[in-house]
């Protein structure tokens, strides 16, 4: 029996091991990127001085032949695993792109899984740092980016975080954020219901953390300033019940529902306001146009109901429609936002990279500052161009929920 | 207000079965083999897993089936647990070592779930998910489910220990192990059987809850805390405290948030756990468990 015993807990630590590994055939997928989809780096990398620049952290020479470490810290296990995979797969994406343009593996991309958890991200960041790479793309959650944030500036390394909270304030010169922050979408979010929802008193069904908190304050807010009455309905993360909230909601005669959560929790919340309040306008934050949140919802929960996102996979725009056809035709799955904020956040670094390569010195801080200076660049997401609070996205979309189909309604910038 | 107060009732009672249900599944574990059972949660997400990933979503059969194919697995997957590390931790010398080892199977599960379904959150569409609408009142399926099979399988659990030679032999052991063994009760196999039927209904609990809160790998993380909760408030080790702690928390939770924010409803149940431990720490019921 005790050799049976050590056989299965043997068994579990290879099976936990595969886990953490990485998968080798993505990379050879990755290669076989379209010549039409490289195009922009193929003249970057064509341009690249020989034997200019400086390696991170190391004094050789670069140029070709010049390899660049880019850091990933992804939440590919936990929680968050799903999206964690999309920032990876968009990531890669890029880098088989600039690779393929360079033609020799120019960047390398290390990846580290931060386990959804602000211990692990901390841990992934330290890690990455140590391995040598000049700019990280990661954490995601705010309260994951605010945990590096003392690692980063004290290393002088920088990270492009997906938080976005309103606690990223741009105090960090080391921490760029690749997404629209709360305080944009959110307040997107309410002017649409003002304005075209004509909403009259508004329940505000919103996580108590950072994410959800920084949401539901941008709203208020902005609700407080138009007179518009509300009913505030805070939840902690990982709660499935949410009746007692919605039942407050409806007992308190509000028209609209504005919702500011986690995946997980949208679908609940959708499902159970289906039940309670069927009849009442809803919006919600980028999560509903999620495909692993709307896989948990039926049609009628959701139909009809707005979202406010940062990329939705129907967009007309031409720099959106080329980076679905890759993704597409690349992994056989429509991307999300996470795939599209993360294709950016790694376009940045690359652009980044190779400016600094030009300009003959390529080190975290150089990289640092080329992206803080760098040009306006199209990317799915909207135009990338850091402003004074280090955000470099300023625009989001908003769709509407035809059955589970979101469908483009309005972009709007800051 | 009448109206909120019967709603609130209603989820609170069928919560409240749920959490019962957890707290049973901890006494089981507790009474036969002295462990407390951190892995529990993860067993209950298993069993939705193997019911609604694979049977229905993966292998489209039927309910019923799929019902009784998740059963007779989960009972497998109990009793291997109970041979191969529940039998070896309950008799270690101090039980951190079977506290830590329930705690990293926790972590095994979990990584497993991850491996073999993915990642992604889960639904079994058309799955106890109706609503009925009674006067001004809403009643889900689920609910009605949920309250309808924690009472019968309470029922069958009491005839199982009171009439059946294996339920009483598995009470011998929970009274007293020594003595049990010297009346040639085999503890080992008693554990084993009590693991499984555990794990079965961790199984059922698992489906019970998918219609409220989906398939994903942190979907019973709260339940499993709330069930333990219900055990120690209905008097740990005796599994009538372990149904009456399980509803008092779940009707408690949701009639408090008439007079306070939502957000504090977990802090209700865990708060109510401080002042039982603190003033009562044999539960409601504690005298009747300690007279057994």
């Known amino acids: 029996m005790k050799k049976l015993l050590a056989l299965f807990l043997a068994g579990a630590m290879m099976l936990s091991l595969a886990a953490c590994g990485g998968d080798d055939t993505k990379e050879t997928e990755a290669a076989k990127v379209t010549a039409a989809d490289t195009k922009a780096a193929e003249t970057k990398a064509a341009d690249t001085k020989a034997d200019e620049t400086k390696g991170a952290g190391e004094e050789k020479p670069a140029g070709n032949g010049e390899t660049y470490k880019i850091g990933l810290a992804a939440m590919l296990t936990g929680d968050n695993a799903l999206n964690g995979e999309r920032m990876q797969k968009a990531s890669e994406m890029v880098i088989a792109q600039y690779n393929e343009a360079a ?4 960047f390398v991309l290390n990846t580290e899984d931060d386990l959804t958890t602000n211990e692990g991200a901390l841990t992934a960041v330290q890690k990455l740092i140590s391995d040598g790479c000049l700019a990280i793309i990661g954490p995601h959650r705010s309260s994951a980016a605010l945990a ?6 004290e290393q002088q390394v920088c990270v492009l975080v997906g938080g976005t909270s309103v606690a990223i304030d741009g105090s960090n010169n080391y921490m760029f954020r690749t997404r629209a922050s709360d305080a944009i979408m959110a307040t997107v979010a309410a002017t649409f219901c003002k304005d075209t929802l004509e909403a009259k008193k508004v329940g505000i069904l919103h996580a108590s953390d950072e994410y959800g908190q920084g949401g539901a304050d941008a709203a208020m807010a902005f609700f407080d300033a138009q007179g518009i009455e509300y009913v505030d309905c805070p939840h902690n993360v990982n709660d499935v019940d949410f009746t007692s909230a919605i039942l407050e909601c409806q007992s308190a005669g509000c028209d609209t529902v504005f919702t500011w959560t986690h995946d997980a929790e949208t679908a609940i919340i959708y499902q159970q306001l289906a039940t309670y309040m069927p009849e009442v306008n809803k919006i919600a934050s980028p999560g509903l146009t999620l495909d692993n949140v709307l896989n948990l919802c039926e049609d009628n929960w959701v139909d009809g109901a707005y ?11 031409t720099v959106a429609v080329d980076f679905v056809k890759a993704y597409e035709g690349l992994y056989g799955e429509t991307p999300d936002l996470y795939a599209a904020a993360y294709y950016g956040a790694a ?34 997401t909207g135009d990338f161009y850091n402003d004074d609070a280090n955000n470099l996205v300023h625009s989001c979309v908003i769709a509407k929920l035809n059955g589970k189909a979101p469908e483009f309604v309005q972009s709007v910038s800051e | 207000m009448s109206t909120m107060v019967f709603q609130l009732l209603i989820t609170g009672i069928a919560y409240g079965m749920i959490y019962s249900l957890v707290g049973i599944e901890y006494t089981l574990i507790w009474n036969s083999s002295g462990l ?8 209950i997400t298993l069993g939705a897993y193997i019911f609604g990933g694979s049977m229905i979503i993966k292998m489209n059969l039927d309910n019923p089936i799929a019902i009784v194919l998740t059963l007779a697995i989960m009972g497998v997957v109990g009793a291997l ?23 990293v199977l926790a972590k095994i599960i979990s990584e497993f779930i991850r491996l073999f379904w993915g990642s992604g959150n889960m639904r079994v569409s058309g799955w106890l998910d109706k609503t009925y609408f009674i006067g001004g009142f809403a009643i889900t399926s689920a609910n009605i489910v949920i309250i309808i099979v924690a009472i019968l399988l309470v029922a069958v659990l009491e005839v199982f220990f009171k009439f059946t030679k294996t339920g009483k032999a598995m009470r011998c052991v929970e009274q007293n192990k020594k003595a049990a063994a010297l009346m040639g009760i085999n503890i080992n196999r008693s554990i084993c059987i009590t693991t499984a039927l555990s794990a079965m209904i961790c199984a059922v609990i698992g489906f019970l809850v998918i219609p409220l809160v989906n398939i994903s790998a942190t979907m019973a993380t709260t339940i499993g805390l709330k069930g333990f909760c219900s055990g120690v408030i209905g008097g740990f080790g005796y599994i009538p405290g372990a149904i009456a702690g399980g509803i008092f928390i779940g009707v408690v939770e949701n009639l408090a948030t008439i007079f306070i924010p939502a957000v504090y409803k977990d802090a209700v149940s865990f708060l109510l756990l401080i002042v ?3 003033i009562k720490p044999t539960g409601f019921l504690g005298k009747r468990a300690q007279g057994r």
Request: net charge negative; charged share 20%.
């Open chain 1, 307 to 317: 979202s406010v996102t940062d990329f939705i996979s129907t967009s007309t725009d």
């Open chain 2, 36 to 43: 407390l059972n951190f892995s529990h949660d993860k067993l």
């Open chain 1, 347 to 380: 376009v940045t670094i690359c652009e980044a990279i190779l400016a600094c390569e030009e300009a003959g010195e390529v080190t975290p801080q150089a990289v640092r500052d080329a992206i803080a200076a760098g040009e306006t660049k199209t990317l799915p």
């Open chain 2, 276 to 278: 039982f431990l603190l």
């Open chain 1, 148 to 153: 590096v944030s003392d690692t980063v500036a």
């Open chain 2, 81 to 103: 647990l109970a041979a191969g590390i529940f039998n070896r931790l309950y008799s270690m010398r101090s039980n951190i070592f079977a506290i830590i080892g329930t705690v």
């Open chain 1, 103 to 106: 033609g020799y593996e120019k």
